[in-house]
C-alpha cells in the first residue's frame, strides 16, 4: 500500500515578549504555514494499490460529500440530507459540513498538501461521515446526496485513452482527533485491461545468420468485443457496510459489439536466446482498459498484425506482413481487478491468454506469468 498525499500539520510557538528567542527557520519546504491547524479539519489519502494508471488523471485533486449529525450513520442514513436541519447547542444547523445547500467540495493538491476553502472546524460534540471519490473531473451524469451517496459513471467506449481510474473511499462515523486529519483508503471501483508482449525464441529457429539480431515488429493490435459492455454506472461511495453494490448499466440502447481496433500499434521486442522481452503495450501507450465490473463471460477477438524483422529494421524473407485472429474468452470482470492479456510471439505464431493480476499492478512491477 503506497501512500501518495498527506498532511504536514505544524504546530508553531510563538515566543513571548520575556526576552526569550526562538529560531523559527524552517528548512523543509513541504510544510505549508498558511494553513490553519487548530480544530480544522484535514484530509489525506492513500491509494491501495502500486499506483494510478492513467496519467491524464494524476492532478491528486478529488472531492468529497461530508455529513454531520447527533448518532450513527446506520441510524441516520436513511433520512440523510445535505440539507437536512436539526438543532444543537441552541442553534439550529445543516447536516451538510461544507454548505447549507449540497455541496461537493472539492479538495485540492497545492504546496504539496490537500488543501480546501473555505476551512471547516471540527465540533467536538457531533460524529461526520465522508464520502470522496477520485478524479474530481469524472465524467458523471451526477451526484445523490441523500441517503448512501453515490456516483453515476459514463464510460467512454471509443477510445481507451479516455478512460479513467476511479477511486472512491469513505470514513464514517468518525469525531474530532489530536490529528485532525481524515485518512482515505481510495479503493479502484472497475476493472483494468492491459496487454502485454512477450516474445521468446532462438534466433536460430528463424534461420538468421550467426550474430544477427532477430526483432518482432508488431504492427497493430486490435480487439473487438461481440458482447455488449456496460457504458454506465451507479457507484455507491459507502464502501465500508457493503449494503449496496455497484451497478452497471447500458445507455447506448445499442447491441453492437465495441472494437478497439487498432489499439496499439508499431512496437519493436527483441528475440533473445533462451531468454525473453516483455513490452507494456496498452501501459505504456496510455490505454489501459478501464470496463465497468460485470459477472457475464465477455467473449472477443483479439487481430494482431507483425513482421520479423533483422537488426536494421529490415523484413526478414518470408516473415512479413503476418496476422493472427484469436477468439478468447474471459469469464467475468471483477470490480478492483488487473487483468492482463499476454499475447506470446514464438516461431510458431501468437497465442493469447487473459489472466488475473494478484494485485492492482503498473508498468513498474514485474508481472510473473503463469
Not at 33 to 44: A, L, M, R, V
Not at 71 to 99: L, P, R, Y
Not at 129 to 157: C, K, M, Q, R
Request: include cysteine; charged fraction near 20%; charge should be negative.
Amino acid at each position: 500500500m503506497r501512500r501518495f498525499n498527506y498532511i504536514a500539520i505544524l504546530t508553531i510557538a510563538l515566543v513571548s515578549l520575556c526576552g526569550c528567542e526562538h529560531d523559527t527557520n524552517l528548512e523543509n519546504e513541504d510544510i505549508n504555514i498558511n494553513i490553519p491547524t487548530d480544530g480544522y479539519i484535514f484530509f489525506d489519502t492513500e491509494v491501495n494499490s502500486r499506483g494510478v494508471l492513467i496519467e491524464n488523471y494524476l492532478q491528486d485533486n478529488f472531492k468529497v460529500l461530508g455529513y454531520r449529525y447527533l448518532n450513527a450513520w446506520s441510524s441516520e442514513e436513511a433520512q440523510a440530507k445535505q440539507t437536512k436541519e436539526f438543532s444543537h447547542n441552541g442553534s439550529t444547523i445543516t447536516m451538510g459540513v461544507f454548505g447549507n445547500t449540497p455541496q461537493e467540495q472539492l479538495v485540492e493538491w497545492k504546496d504539496n498538501a490537500h488543501t480546501y476553502n473555505p476551512m471547516k472546524e471540527w465540533d467536538k460534540d457531533l460524529t461526520y461521515s465522508f464520502f470522496a471519490w477520485y478524479p474530481s473531473n469524472i465524467p458523471s451524469s451526477g451526484i445523490s446526496h441523500e441517503g448512501n451517496p453515490y456516483v453515476t459513471y459514463t464510460l467512454d467506449l471509443t477510445d481507451p485513452a479516455n478512460h479513467i481510474d476511479v477511486m472512491t473511499a469513505c470514513v464514517i462515523d468518525t469525531k474530532s482527533s489530536s490529528s485532525k486529519s481524515v485518512s482515505f483508503n481510495m479503493q479502484h471501483r472497475l476493472s483494468a485491461l492491459d496487454i502485454i508482449a512477450r516474445s521468446y525464441v532462438n534466433a536460430d529457429a528463424l534461420k538468421m545468420n550467426a550474430g544477427e539480431t532477430a526483432k518482432v515488429k508488431i504492427n497493430s493490435v486490435g480487439i473487438d468485443f461481440s458482447n455488449l459492455l456496460y457504458d454506465g454506472a451507479t457507484i455507491p461511495l459507502n464502501t465500508r457496510d457493503n449494503s449496496e453494490t455497484l451497478k452497471g448499466t447500458n445507455t447506448n440502447n445499442s447491441d453492437k459489439s465495441v472494437s478497439f481496433s487498432p489499439i496499439i500499434g508499431n512496437v519493436t521486442m527483441n528475440y533473445y536466446e533462451n531468454d525473453e522481452d516483455i513490452a507494456y503495450l496498452t501501459n505504456d501507450a496510455g490505454k489501459t482498459m478501464l470496463f465497468i465490473p460485470q459477472a457475464e463471460s465477455l467473449t472477443c477477438a483479439v487481430n494482431v498484425s507483425y513482421d520479423i524483422v533483422d537488426g536494421n529494421g529490415n523484413v526478414i524473407q518470408g516473415y512479413d506482413d503476418i496476422t493472427s485472429t484469436t477468439n478468447i474468452s474471459i469469464k467475468e470482470l471483477k470490480e478492483g481487478t488487473y487483468y492482463y492479456m499476454l499475447l506470446n510471439f514464438t516461431k510458431s505464431g501468437v497465442t493469447v491468454v487473459v489472466q488475473e493480476a494478484d494485485e492492482w499492478k503498473d508498468k513498474d512491477v514485474k508481472h510473473e506469468f503463469e
